[in-house]
């Protein structure tokens, strides 16, 4: 019989440390803001060595993309109905809720503000987070094209930013005005245009 | 004969020391960065005084957002040739080219992430910028409208963030996947839409 990880010498599996370490860091993430993502932090609040922390996430800036990706990914799924304007709808219905939220929100600003003046924190959001999205977003993308509900010839990293890069710019300037009745105006109008 | 405003008192006209201020704030916006628009140094490159800057710009981010107006617009203004979609084409070109240019991205960039650590300083780069931009766009987009190239019941929210927002949060994430392809794709596919 195999002795359980754990058991050996006391040390924790390394995928519950590193779930700790994520789950640490998205709890400062979303409760205190990207200020409080240290590596510091996490290590204390989480119980796993700071050498550990540094190992996986060689910046802060990794580590807050990977905790955001962690906490929004459930919520963002995109369906998988058959419909794909159906599923886009009830997509960014969820996603409206979620970054409207005030954790959230202050989450993603502040992710999207230290990109800013970072360029490592920039890279780490881009890899951790924006393509990880993309990619999943764009199987869905692809077998709407393939089923013949989106033209062959469509953008799709121009629809992308359309929809949720749209949403984002908004957040950022009038957050206010990020309601779901626009986010439904942008799935309408960016599967149908405006041109007469 | 009226004695020009200048000679009374060797006090300059208010419009001179108006844009002399805002030239100043334009130059170290573009030039330095957001963090070098203070009160005190534009008052000292302007030559005016500083509780005049305070006067007309009562924060950093109203002068940074007003500079940032006074630098861009004359290059982002929509064409009106009567075809909607080739003045887009063009301004979208234009507003590609000024983005992408370092001293703009920067000054861009910066004023996007002060935006999200300091409420006044988003609040000003809205009323002052980015309302003033919407304003002149809706025009173009009602010329449209009215002349039938678009859709009656378009929405112009999600419009200007399907084309310009889009654009923005781009070059947030990853600057270098904003090009003039982009600009183009982001045009064509606002106007036409992706369904099948």
């Given amino acids: 019989m195999e002795i359980p990880e754990r058991r050996r010498g006391g040390r924790r599996p390394t995928a519950e440390v590193r779930d700790a370490a994520l ?3 998205a709890e400062l993430l979303f409760d205190c803001g990207i200020e409080q993502v240290t590596h510091d932090r996490v290590a204390t609040r989480a119980g796993v060595s700071k050498t550990t922390v540094y190992k996986w996430w060689p910046t802060a800036g990794a580590l807050a993309a990977e905790a955001y990706l962690l906490r ?3 919520l963002l799924e995109l369906p998988d109905s058959g419909d794909f304007a159906e599923d886009l709808l009830i997509q960014m219905q969820r996603f409206v809720a979620l ?3 005030p954790p959230a929100s202050r989450a993603i600003r502040g ?3 230290a990109a800013q003046t970072d360029d490592t924190a920039r890279e780490a959001f881009l890899q951790g987070y924006v393509i990880p ?3 999943l977003t764009e199987r869905a993308f692809r077998r709407a094209q ?3 509900q989106v033209r062959a010839n469509a953008d799709f990293s121009a629809f992308i930013d359309q929809l949720w890069g749209a949403c984002y710019y908004r957040l950022l300037v009038e ?3 990020v309601t779901a009745e626009y986010g439904e105006a942008l799935v309408r109008q960016s599967l149908t245009g405006i041109a007469q």
Same sequence: chains 1, 2.
Avoid: Q
Wanted: glycine letters at 10%.
């Fill in 72 to 74: 929004s990914e459930p």
């Fill in 99 to 101: 970054v409207t939220e």
């Fill in 111 to 113: 992710i999207l503000a």
């Fill in 23 to 25: 789950s640490a860091a």
């Fill in 175 to 177: 957050p206010s005005a």
């Fill in 146 to 148: 393939h089923g013949g």
């Fill in 133 to 135: 999205r993309r990619d």
